[in-house]
Nanobody, 131 residues
């Protein structure tokens, strides 16, 4: 599969919405929990955190602060992963990275996004939320 390519980032005011897209040509998910995709984010001075993930068996994960506001979904036919972000807050500001495929047991928080540059990580898209 090709390296993921993210799009959809931008600048919005608090309370606004954005929809991030990630296309990884040639990547498809099967229906097992070994097949996963996800989104990480990192803001200056903050940890790299797993925001959301989706498994092939339908299991989803959301970081506590985004649960109820963000929704991850997949268009398998287009090898595209989406992250719908609603009611955005200033703390959501950061660079968002798509990872496809995502390891079955991904790290949920690291000091930095060490995966950037690997073949399964995108280059990231910036999200800036102003209060």
């Amino acid at each position: 599969a090709a390296r993921p390519v993210e799009s959809g980032g931008g600048s919005v005011e608090a309370g606004g919405s954005l929809r991030l897209s990630c296309t990884a040509s040639g990547f498809t998910m099967d229906d097992s929990d070994y097949s996963n995709v996800g989104w990480y984010r990192q803001a200056p001075g903050k940890h790299c955190e797993l925001v959301s993930s989706l498994s092939g068996d339908g299991t989803t994960y959301y970081e506590d602060t985004v649960r109820g506001r963000f929704t991850i979904s997949l268009d398998n036919s287009k090898s595209t992963v989406f992250l719908e972000m609603n009611n955005l807050k200033s703390d959501d500001t950061g660079k968002y990275y798509c990872v496809a495929p995502l390891p079955r047991y991904p790290a949920r928080g690291t000091s930095s996004c060490v995966g950037v540059g690997r073949d399964n990580w995108g280059q990231g898209t910036q999200v800036t939320v102003s209060s």
